[in-house]
């Protein structure tokens, strides 16, 4: 009689354990990102737009939100003494994670609209999201390629600053060697880093 309690007590935790581990073998590491950007300033211009992209390696999967975006077309206040421009434009994401390799990062392209309509590239800017929960600001400094020495000239009166025609080579170290870029201005960023579930996995953030 004793042997069946013991036995009965060991099966019940047996598939208790076995529970425990089909929940933590499908509690899949999720990331969530909220914020916004806030504003771009040092440009050379009071009228700016921002293209931007977040960047997710293979190890993560998109379960909700955007990848890329748009902000609208806004002018600076003109109350600083720098040009500061300001979107308050939000960010809203949620993925899954297989590993931390392959971290989301940011890419942002700065744009300006000239008189004759023609859209000016004004920077380009990439970075890291925080790898810590709650709450960080970010501070991108943006750049732009200027072909060489010469080419200034044509950036000067013609207006056409010369861009990437393929954007890896922004954050691609091979592809930007020997290219020549200029500082141009920044963007900022708030966000909320929330990380779900990397515990289950042996994970600490």
């Known amino acids: 009689m004793l042997f069946l309690f013991f036995f009965l007590k060991f099966q019940k935790n047996k598939k208790k354990n076995l529970k425990k581990k089909n929940v933590n073998a ?49 002018l600076s206040s003109g109350q600083e003494n720098v040009n500061v421009v300001h979107f308050d434009q939000p960010l809203n994401i949620n993925l899954s994670c297989r590993s931390i390799t392959g971290w989301p990062k940011i890419l942002i392209e700065v744009w300006s609209n000239e008189i004759d309509s023609r859209n000016c590239l004004m920077g380009y800017g990439v970075a890291y999201f925080p790898v810590k929960k709650g709450f960080s600001k970010m501070c991108i400094s943006c750049w732009r390629p200027s072909e060489s020495v010469n080419s200034g000239l044509g950036e000067l009166f013609l207006g056409n600053n010369p ?43």
């Open 26 to 74: 499908f509690a899949t590491p999720q990331i969530y990102i909220t914020g916004r950007i806030l504003n771009a300033n040092g440009f050379n211009s009071d009228e700016l737009y921002i293209k931007y992209k977040i960047l997710i390696g293979s190890n993560f999967t998109l379960i909700d939100g955007e990848l890329e975006g748009e902000t609208f077309q806004c």
């Open 163 to 205: 861009e990437f025609e393929h954007k890896s080579a922004i954050y691609s170290v091979n592809e930007k060697f020997g290219v020549y870029s200029i500082s141009t201005g920044q963007v900022n960023l708030e966000v909320e880093m929330i990380f779900k579930d990397f515990n289950l996995h042996g994970i600490k953030i």
